[in-house]
């Protein structure tokens, strides 16, 4: 009896099947035919090799080929104290940005993560709560956004939302069997922002986020 390929007609580590299939019943864009799709790898997240056939703007058609990541979709939180002019960032330790040049790997980042198989308001306050602890009240949807379009098919959803100290709950720091070791910081919002400049805040989420509140957010109009 032969074996099956885990993810396509067995079971994969996840217990998941069909992941083939992906994209082959696409029909929004008559210029694109799907081929076919190859999974490359399912080890935890999706990998995928796609053929299709693409009509150029001069009519032609072309035929080509793209690896797609698949890691879910997530949402990110900005947490602001407008009072006190202040933002509650992470910090925690990313290997794919120590191996491409970050000294040390450590990123300072807004709060967020997957969404699982949450809605996205639900996603971010179950991330909020494990990353820093807090129990966060009203959240206020900002955006929606395609992180790394040309490989990644990830969609974030971008909120902000109020914190004070009297609704921490725990310690925060994230979950210990996911590998997570999660430092939080607070910062004053103008030395967030400098830091953007300085480099030191490398993260594109959490730049775009702190942009926002700056333009058209909580600390829209204020002097630096």
């Known amino acids: 009896m032969s074996g099956g390929v885990p993810g396509v007609d067995v079971p994969d580590g996840r217990g998941r099947t069909g992941l083939d299939r992906a994209g082959l019943d696409l029909t929004g ?30 009519g032609g058609w072309s035929t080509e080929e793209r690896e797609t990541y698949d890691r879910g979709n997530g949402a990110t939180v900005l ?19 120590y ?9 300072l980042e807004t709060a967020g993560g997957l969404l699982d198989d949450d809605d996205a308001e639900t996603a971010i306050r179950r991330e909020v709560a494990e990353e820093t602890g807090y129990d966060i009240g009203e959240v206020e949807h900002v955006f929606d956004v395609y992180m790394s379009p040309g490989s990644v098919t990830e969609r974030v959803h ?3 939302a109020p914190y004070s100290a009297d609704r921490r709950t725990s310690e925060g ?27 030191e ?24």
């Open 29 to 58: 864009n008559p210029r694109v035919r799907v081929r076919e799709v190859r999974l490359l790898s399912s080890s935890w997240y999706v990998l995928r090799k796609t053929t299709f056939d693409y009509r150029r703007r001069d």
């Open 79 to 97: 947490l602001y104290d407008a009072g006190r002019a202040t933002v509650l960032l992470t910090r925690q330790f990313r290997y794919p940005v």
């Open 99 to 107: 191996v491409n040049d970050h000294p040390d790997g450590l990123l």
């Open 158 to 160: 971008f909120f902000a």
């Open 173 to 199: 720091g994230g979950l210990a069997d996911d590998g997570e070791d999660i430092e939080v910081v607070e910062l004053p919002f103008a030395k967030a922002l400098d830091m953007i400049a300085s480099g």
């Open 201 to 224: 805040i490398a993260d594109a989420k959490t730049i775009m986020l702190l942009q926002w509140a700056a333009l058209s957010g909580p600390f829209s109009g204020r002097e630096r």
